[in-house]
Each structure stands twice: as C-alpha cells, then as structure tokens.
C-alpha cells in the first residue's frame, strides 16, 4: 500500500478519544469506515475479515492477542496500524513495507500529529526492501535482504540495466559476460538478486526479481473461451522456459478489444490489454505473415505483430489452439525519468509523490541547491549529479542520457518541472526509449498568493521578465497584451542586478490600463526561513524591493486590498 487511495480501511476504537481519531481518518480518506459491533474484539475481526488494512485505537497487547489466531500469510493478511490512547504513536504492527503498513503508519501519523514507529529492519535503515520494488519477487527474500543489511557482498546479476532504485554499496552490478544467472550452489558466489525473466533455479541464497519484460500478443477466433487462452499463454511460456509473472501485457488487434475471452484473461493475469487497429498492426515485420488472417482481419499477423508492436524480440513464434494464437515477444529495458517539481522550498509543501519518487531514484540529476535541498530523502547509494546555475541544458541532457541507458532517474527543480524550469528542456531530447513521469509541485506563483491573499481567484497569466530566452519585445508585447486583456499578472524573474529597469517599464505598462490604487504584491523567499511579504499599488510600488529572488503579483482593476489582502472576485460585483 503506497498510500490509502483506493484501499479499504477498517477503522476500529473503543473509547470515545479513540473513535475521536477515528473520525479524522475516516473524513480524510474517503474509503475508511469505522467499524462497529458488539465488542472491540469483534469489531476487530470483523475489520480484518473485511477491509484491506486496520487502523485500532488500542493497546498493542490487546491488539496481539485478538488477531494472532486470525494470522495466515503475510503477502495476503491486511495490514495493520495500532495508535495509542492518546494518537501520539502510529505502529506499523502487521504488513510492514510489502503489506503497506509502513506507509499507512506514516499517513496516520501525519493526519494525527502523531509519530510513526516502523521496526521493519530494511525501512528503519533507509533501505528499499526486495519485495517492495513493484515488480513480483521470487525466493530466500529474507535471507538475501538480511545479507544485504549485514554489508555482506550481494550480486546484482541482470541481462539489462533495468530502472531499480538504488542499492547500497555492497551489492555489486555482475556484468552478464562470464556470469551464469542460472548456476546455483557455493559456486555460485553467495548472495545474488537475479533480474530475469527467465525460469531459472532458486537456491536459500537467491532472490529473482521479475522484471516486466514480456508481452504476449493474442488472436483468436470468435466467442472463444477465456480457459483456452490462458492455457494455451502456460504452455507457450512453459515451453520457451519463461516466467508468467514478467508479463507486461497482451496485445491483440483493435476488433479484439472486446473479446471476452482475451479480456477475461488479461483481468485474470492482472495486466492491461492493448490494441492497435489492423492497419497499424500491418506494417509490423514478422516471420509468419498469413494472407488467410489478413483476408479475415485486415492484417497478415495479429500475434507476432502485437507481441513486436513496440519493438523487442520474438521469443515464442505463434503457436495456436483450437480457438486461440499466441506469440511472445521479450521487451528491451526501458528507463525511467521522473521530472520532480519540489515545491516552493518547505519541506512541508513538497508532495508525497516527489518524496516517493526521489527514494525510488538511482540517479538524481538537479541544481545544487535544489539537490542539497533534499540529500536526507535519498536512499544509500543514490548517485547525485548536481551542477550550478546556468547550466540547465547540461543537466537535462545528462538526466535523459541515464534515463536512456536504463537507470531510474529523478531530475529535480524547485516549485512545478514544467513551470520555467527543467521539464521542458529534458523533454526536448527524451524520446520514446524512456518512460516519462511528471510530477507536479507547488509553483512559487502558488505559494506567493497563498501569502498575498487571494490575488487569482480569477483570470490570470505567468510572465517571466527575464530576456535570457525571450527576446525583450516579445516580453513586452506580452506584458501589453495581459495589461489591456486586465489579466492578473504573476512576474517572474521580475529584476535582478543585470535587469534593473524592466521591472519598472512593465509597471508602467500596466498603469496604462489600471487605475493607480490596483494592488501589487510582491513575495520574496516563499515558505523559506527568509521570507518576506510586501504589499502596495501601482501607484505606491517601488521596484527597488524586488530582487531575482521575489515574485510580483499585479491585480487586475477588479483586485482589491481587503483587511491587508490581495483579494480578485471570481467574476462577481464587489458588495457595497
């Protein structure tokens, strides 16, 4: 559980106060639901019959006592969260990381003010655990993740590089020349994590993680039944000697998209179906075209050429039943670049999602002072690229170069990636060999007028003042577009020491058009230990407090300054 989002949760309590917290939880996250019955104990049971995880205000003893006869299996009991009387400790007791109690443990705490105490050993020294790295884990998991928090030397042997977070220094990346992923025994070398999609022998030593590398195209006749193809997919996979558990998808053409049987198949598997239209299927390569499927579905293979659709290599030929016609095809590694918006600069308005993406990165790329903003969330053995001011294309080109030779790669900027910084220019080189995730922060425009008020509570524009990039008649043409449209206007980069004038012509400009008592706001270092708030009008503003640290909100003439305010209506008259 990476946070509660669709997980249901059983909230249970005995006292008053514990039901008092409960209520927090359950008006926080949509899908709690307090848990009534005759008895705690039974309430208890009940939660852990039904829900995904628990949250119980009670004693841990007690805790312990009611649900030990009810234990079974780590991977499929719910995990479960003990809080005190008082909500001062939220205790990851059942689920740890892979069950999700972890992370429920620390949403709990940070919606009761309360501490989150975890005792899962790889999470209490910063470590990602084996089985919490999203893809399937097979074998000794404790015994390699043991050896792994004792230092001992642990072999990373892969085919590829594949996008894993970081790991630490004693787990050593075997190249596969001159290693054999399938050896087993002493003279294997000890302690390994295989990555492989193959099926290969496990000894008390060994942990194979199952990357998603596999994809499976599907053809089949008419009404055929769901039992066909998932037999005929184990005997494909048995035969080539590969493991189900790395299927990335099926894939099948367009007019298959609502075959039952294929659909209940993929839903069974637990993967997506993918479908392309027959004419795009067609101009896929494959070693065995048939004129009969082409006369039937408008292209000469469906399951080679939805299996080879993105490219890889063809593992299983198509291989058919009675009703059904499947082929494997084995995917190159892709990797993967997260563009991280941190927010404003407190820790606190940085997202949980860029936290989570910042720990799951092997390599963080990103301006100095943004990385060292964020050193204690990397994990042991995150490498960091870091560079000083000016250099924005190097460092998107570096993040995209890891990205694309397979690493996991988080590249950082301050307040929102796609808001005049790094999202842009990394996404000029990234092509379509790298997965792509965007995430949002908190701009500084945001958390400007959060302080000023309530400046753009309705139409408004983001201008940069800085003509590094922009030619300065774009600049003002712009700034004269947005005064004359009587847009609210957020300045960024509004004035530094080699950009002293501009500010006070783009005022100038918007005086033109808006009467002198408009309010301007202007906010230096914001959520930082420095900042500063000013407020004036543009008659009264003078551009000298403002440095290339502050950001400058103009109102529009419906803006108004309300009990020291900054306050724009959303489109209504003002009262009175």
């Not at 005759?38 to 309430?43: L, P, R």
């Not at 958390?447 to 008020?453: D, E, N, R, T």
Request: glycine share 10%; net charge negative.
């Amino acid at each position: 559980m990476t946070g509660v989002g669709p997980h249901r949760v059983g909230l249970v309590a005995a006292t008053a106060a514990g039901r008092r917290h409960a209520r927090t939880l359950a008006d926080a996250w949509p899908h709690a639901r307090l848990v009534e019955a005759d008895g705690v104990a039974d309430a208890l049971r009940a939660a852990w019959a039904a829900y995904d995880a628990v949250v119980v205000f009670l004693a841990t003893g007690a805790v312990v006592r009611i649900l030990a006869p009810l234990l079974d299996d780590k991977r499929t009991d719910p995990a479960v969260v003990v809080v005190d009387e008082a909500a001062r400790h939220a205790v990851a007791l059942l689920g740890g990381h892979a069950g999700g109690a972890n992370a429920l443990a620390a949403e709990v705490a940070a919606l009761l003010d309360a501490r989150p105490v975890v005792t899962t050993a790889t999470d209490a020294v910063d470590l990602p655990g084996l089985d919490t790295l999203g893809w399937p884990v097979e074998g000794a998991v404790a015994a390699v993740s043991r050896a792994i928090l004792d230092g001992e030397p642990v072999r990373l042997v892969a085919d590829a590089v594949w996008p894993l977070p970081a790991l630490p220094s004693n787990v050593h990346l075997a190249t596969p020349a001159g290693v054999d992923p399938t050896a087993t025994g002493p003279e294997s070398g000890g302690y390994r994590v295989l990555v492989t999609d193959r099926i290969v022998p496990v000894d008390d030593r060994t942990v194979v993680l199952r990357p998603p590398s596999l994809v499976a195209g599907v053809g089949s006749s008419r009404g055929v039944l769901a039992a066909e193809v998932a037999a005929l997919l184990r005997r494909a996979f048995a035969a080539a000697g590969l493991s189900p558990a790395s299927l990335r998808c099926l894939a099948s053409v367009d007019v298959k998209a609502d075959e039952e049987g294929i659909r209940a198949t993929a839903e069974a598997l637990g993967v997506p179906l993918r479908t392309w239209p027959a004419a795009e299927l067609a101009t896929v390569d494959v070693p065995h075209p048939s004129e009969v499927v082409r006369a039937a579905v408008g292209t000469p293979s469906v399951a080679e050429a939805a299996a080879l659709h993105d490219g890889g290599t063809l593992l299983v030929p198509k291989t058919a039943s009675a009703m059904a016609t499947v082929a494997v095809a084995r995917q190159a590694p892709r990797g993967r670049l997260a563009i991280v918006g941190l927010g404003p600069g407190a820790a606190d308005l940085r997202t949980p999602r860029a936290v989570a993406e910042l720990r799951r990165a092997a390599v963080v790329v990103g301006l100095d002072q943004y990385v060292d903003q964020v050193r204690d969330l990397l994990r042991p053995g995150t490498r960091v690229l870091a560079s000083g001011l000016g250099a924005e294309q190097e460092r998107a080109r570096s993040a995209v170069a890891e990205a694309t030779a397979g690493h996991a790669v988080a590249l950082v900027g301050s307040g929102d990636a796609g808001v005049y910084a790094m999202a842009s220019p990394a996404l000029e080189y990234a092509d379509e060999r790298i997965d792509v995730v965007g995430v949002p922060g908190v701009t500084a425009a945001l958390a400007a007028a959060a302080l000023l008020g309530a400046p753009i509570g309705h139409d408004h524009v983001y201008l940069s003042l800085s003509d590094l990039h922009t030619p300065w008649a774009a600049i003002e043409r712009r700034v004269a577009a947005a005064a004359e449209a009587d847009l609210v206007a957020l300045l960024y980069n509004p004035r530094s020491r080699a950009r002293d004038w501009q500010l006070g012509a783009v005022l100038a400009t918007f005086a033109e058009h808006r009467p002198p008592h408009t309010p301007v706001g202007v906010v230096r270092n914001a959520s930082r230990p420095d900042e500063q708030v000013h407020l004036a009008t543009l008659a009264t503003f003078d551009p000298g407090v403002v440095d290339m640290y502050g950001l400058v909100v103009v109102g529009s003439s419906q803006t108004r300054l309300v009990g020291g305010r900054m306050v724009t209506p959303r489109g209504y008259r003002w009262r009175g």
